[in-house]
């Protein structure tokens, strides 16, 4: 789990004082470019674990940016203004990642060198043919002109996705020791999201907006 | 104490009006005009003479009606604009709009005509900020190039840019473009509060903006945004307009097409509007031609039922942002008005409806967000620690993909800065350039979004198609505005990039005209400016000279001597100069040497009280240079 500890500066080359960021010593405002090695779960200084505290996570960004944002070198030369918005950006990246579930679980999958969503385009066997059922069951929801229906189905909706997500966080943090087939799953697995996420969206949309619900799936 | 350079002011250019401010130990602080303290708002509209000369503000706006063609306002509804986007406000606009020489198919920036010469919108902005930068340099007696310029949120990169370049061709390096909102949240020195989520609503004269924050221990994190940037009090307006133009139609049969009627026409319906505000009912009345009056009483009523769907169109944006922000209205703590037009009470009833709470309207919503401004200046300074803000992206960023669709990059309401990266080949063998449309927006077409401009990768070593891969990154920085770059993954060689605009100016063009204007600058604006701080000099002599004439037994016949002598001094050096800076630094001299003799006047007239002398005691307090003894 920890094993890109090494290649990671532990102490500040200016001030020698412990480095919670590889990319900023907060003691002395001193920048480092962000090592290969780093990923985003190092450059906040987080555990890399799949189950995150959000306020947690929200705090480390805050302290990090209130170090690096670009507008703290406003007097500083042009070079290090570029490497504060440039960390900035990776920070922000990181964040935005490792807030999102699905994000966090794609990208703890391609950290643990398993197929992407190019490589690996389709979803569990029965997925298909259950998004059929719910996709007609939405537009008879959404004809009957009453809101009850459509707020069943999107709270049957929601629990399926929770459902495929559960399953998801319970195989994350063993990525690493799993065979290349149970990686290629876990990608079906979240692109088995994608399908939820968009029968959401057809849900959330006015039906009578929707001349041509053609969505592709 | 700090280097000329240094001074970093701030700058709110609205629709309607611009301030600038500036932030020091004691907090921010509103510049004025040379009439007095109060002069702290210069309407935005630019006047050009006959004679060649350019006049901005009180004085140009007084020209609108008289010659409304060469009488330029909302000038910023035009910023970053083709001419294919203003089909509707040049038909209510009375000055004439047209396109930049030379644009092709693939350019298209708005230009205004004025007595046969082009004007971009970013030229015309700068004559207003070039104001401002006086008004700041006569404050401080030295120059100023620096400043942070505030922006709608809800600005799209071509319209940052080409407020980034009004201020280059006025001579001011922009540091840093911060949202209006973000601005005014800043202002209410929310930061004080331990953690709370707001809601700032910005209804200006031409655009819109929700943003919905979080402050957490001083750190402002802007959540969500959304907005219009072309939606606003002149709407208002617009809507007068159009109705006292159709009912004027089909009561007299007549077409109002001239500019000057157009004109008058627009003023009248402003100051309807603004009656509106206070009052149930306006009176109309429209002297047409010789016997031909239009009368008619409009309601607050009726008023409000026209401006509904403008409203409404805010309310819905407000409900977007909650939803993008993942919060409830009953989540929000506060929300906060910004921009004259929340003026307008049915505005206020609507944002308090939408939010569940009575909007909050401490601070002047016309000067919050220059005051906010120029503690961001501050907070870039240095001189503000604590603080920080933490912006988002209003729109989503992409590129044309094959079939004409558009690939996302980056959605909206994410944190800036924020990068990604695209790798990018060659279709046909040696290809040594390729072209990339980048593209802002939500639509999923490339066609109903927004072309920034066509970013060309060039200088690609020559290979077999599909071999060379390029990777380009797309940075948007802290100030929501693009930079691109490339680099070749084999050779590790960074391509170039050459950018054509689509709707702005390229960095060429916007040297040319910085230039073109410093040469105008030094003839027309140094004298110009002169004539204000001469003025200013005048006003403070016979000040001076009023005081020793009444007071002047208060101090010893040396001092008093040697005051006299002064005056006289500085009288002579106003008459010699032609050098503004030079002079105003005598006059601040000049002004801290009565400093003395106004406190004791002050002392004087406090212990005579209830005769004539209240007025004396106003007149000593009101312009700058004595120590403020206005409230006791």
Redesign the interface.
Known sequence: MSCTESTVPVKCLKCQAELASPIVCTGCRTLYPPPQSADYFDLLGLQRNYVIDESQLTAAV?AI??KI????F??QPPEMRKLA??L???V??A??VLKDPAQRAAYMLELAGGPSAAEVRDVPGDLLAEVMVLREQIDEAQSSQDAEPVEQMRSSIQARRTQALKQIASRADQLAAHSDEEKKEFRRLLNSLKYFDNLLEQLAADPLAQASGADNG | MAEADDILIGIDLGTTNSLVAFGDDTGPHLIAGAIGDDDVILPSVVAFHEDGGVTVGHEARSHAVERPMTTIHSIKRLMGKGIADLKDDAVRLPYRLSQRRGDTEQRDVAAVLVNDKLYTPPEISAMILRELKVRAERHFGRSVSRAVITVPAHFDDAQRQATRDAGQIAGLDVVRIVNEPTAAALAYGLDRTEHAAIAVYDLGGGTFDISILRLEEGVFEVLATNGDTHLGGDDFDNTLIDLFSREIREQFGIEIATPTIKQQLRTLSENIKMRLSDRDTAPVEIAIGPDKVYRRTITREEFEKMIEPLVGRTILACSRAMKAAGLTPQQINEVVLVGGSTRVPYVRQRVAEVFRCRPYTALDPEQVVAIGAAVQASILGGANRDVLLLDVTPLSLGIETLGGAMGKLMSANVRIPCQATETFTTFQDGQTAVKINVLQGERELARDCRSLGIFELQNIPPMPAGIPKIDVTFLIDQNGILNVSAREQRSGKTASVQIIPSHGLTREEVRHMQEEAIKYAREDMTAHHLIDVCAAVEFDLNKAEQMIERYGHLIDDAKRRSLTAAIADLRAFAKQTDDPVALNKRREVFNRSTTSLAERAMTATLQVDDTDEPESAAKLSSPRGASSPSTT
Not at chain 1, 69 to 72: A, G, T
């Open positions: 805050r940016s209130r944002h670009p507008d703290r406003a007097d918005t440039r900035s950006a990776e922000n990246q964040m935005t």
